[in-house]
C-alpha cells in the first residue's frame, strides 16, 4: 500500500487562464454585423454572375475565420493545433479547384472530339 504524504505529492500545475477584454468580443460582433450587411447589400444591388458569388465567398471566409479565431478561441491556440485546423480543409479546397478544372478540360476535349466526328 502506497501513502501519499505532503512530500511524495506531483506539484500542482495552476491552471492558465486567458482573460479577453470584453471590447473584443464587442468589436467583433460589429465587424460581424458590417459584413453581415455587406453580404445583404449583394442581393439588394442586384450583382449577377462571378463578382455576386465571389463576394458572397469573400465575405463567409471573412465571417467565418473572425467567429473560428475569436469565438472559438483558435487565434491563441499552437501553432501546431491551428495547421492541424485549418491545412486540411485548405488543401480540400485546393484539390477541388484542380478538379474543376480537369472537368473544364475533359469537356472540352470531349466537346471538340465529337464536334467533328459528327
Known amino acids: 500500500m502506497v501513502h501519499v504524504t505532503a512530500e511524495t505529492e506531483l506539484p500542482r500545475v495552476e491552471a492558465e487562464t486567458q482573460h479577453h477584454p470584453i471590447r473584443l468580443y464587442l468589436v467583433v460582433w460589429g465587424l460581424l454585423f458590417i459584413l453581415s450587411t455587406c453580404s445583404y ?3 439588394y444591388f442586384g ?12 465575405f463567409m471566409i471573412l465571417k467565418a475565420g473572425l467567429i473560428v479565431a475569436i469565438f472559438m478561441h483558435m487565434a491563441w491556440e ?3 493545433l491551428i495547421y492541424a485546423i485549418l491545412v486540411p480543409p ?10 474543376v478544372f480537369q472537368a473544364n478540360y475533359t469537356l472540352l476535349t470531349r466537346l471538340v472530339f465529337f464536334a467533328t466526328g459528327s
Not at 450583382?47 to 469573400?58: A, K, P, Q, T, V
Not at 485548405?90 to 478538379?99: D, E, N, R, T, Y
Open 41 to 43: 447589400l449583394i442581393d
Open 47 to 58: 450583382l449577377i454572375g462571378y463578382l455576386r458569388w465571389s463576394l458572397i465567398l469573400f
Open 78 to 80: 499552437r501553432l501546431a
Open 90 to 99: 485548405a488543401l480540400l479546397l485546393i484539390f477541388l479547384g484542380i478538379m
